[in-house]
């Protein structure tokens, strides 16, 4: 049943079309191109053999993330950031939120003292970006160590879960799952989250754009997110595999 309030026409429960296209970076050891709708996100996973300076000798690896836009990812051109010189504050939160999400279900000992950096460029942003780059990611990083392991770099496997991300919101007062640009410039609330395979939560990240809303309305996102991410975890599975 489509909710006539979605300028897609989904059903409030119903993901935009998820595809995910491994090996689309040649020369980096894991990559993926994620599309959800109008979204494209290029995620590239490289691995350097050292860590931060605070990480040294510690026995631990550590995961972080970079994230960007294209220029005309979005309706009018956006400024390069290196042509300004520094990055965005939104830039920022959402790197870290990405670096944050993988973490989450990596054991870094097991790791040891390297560094897989992943590397999120949204080639196409129609919402979701982060949540995009996040899911995406997880594929690259799971082929980057699949390659670690069959080259005897990795005795075991630092992978300890699996993570993926969906956005939420109400949008003419309706909880709906996976908003699109269209959806979220005018939704009443919107949230993201950040859910592992095995029921956890790593980040909820909620706020009212026009209105308040209660507990019984974030309990019904957070239901939408869980059908969501249980989707994306079978695509993200099936990309792993398949590669």
């Known amino acids: 049943m489509t909710e006539p309030g979605r300028p897609s026409g989904r059903a409030a429960d119903a993901l935009r079309r998820v595809d995910i296209v491994t090996g689309f970076a040649r020369h980096a050891e894991g990559s993926a191109l994620i599309r ?10 490289s691995v350097e053999g050292r860590v931060p300076g605070f990480l040294r000798n510690s026995g631990q690896g ?8 294209l220029p005309r990812a979005t309706h009018t051109r956006g400024d390069r950031e290196a042509a300004r010189g520094k990055q965005s504050g939104r830039t920022q939160e959402i790197q870290r939120l990405i670096g944050r999400s993988l973490r989450a279900v990596v054991d870094r000992a097991a790791l040891g003292e390297m560094t897989i950096t992943l590397d999120c460029d949204v080639l196409n942003a129609d919402g979701g970006t982060r949540c995009a780059a996040i899911t995406g990611a997880y594929v690259a990083l799971a082929l980057a160590i699949k390659k670690l392991r069959a080259a005897n770099v990795l005795k075991g496997d630092p992978l300890i879960g699996q993570v993926a991300a969906v956005s939420c919101g109400i949008a003419v007062g309706v909880p709906v799952l996976d908003l699109d640009y269209a959806e979220d410039s005018g939704a009443e609330a919107d949230a993201n ?18 209105a308040t809303f209660d507990e019984a309305a974030f309990g019904v996102l957070l239901g939408l997110a869980r059908i969501g991410t249980a989707a994306l975890f079978a695509a993200q599975q099936a990309a792993i595999d398949a590669a």
């Open 193 to 210: 989250f950040v859910l592992t395979a095995s029921g956890g939560i790593v980040e909820i990240q909620a706020t009212a754009e026009r």
């Open 36 to 45: 959800m709708g109008g979204t494209e996100v290029l995620c590239a996973a």
């Open 62 to 69: 550590w995961v972080t993330a970079e994230y960007g836009m």
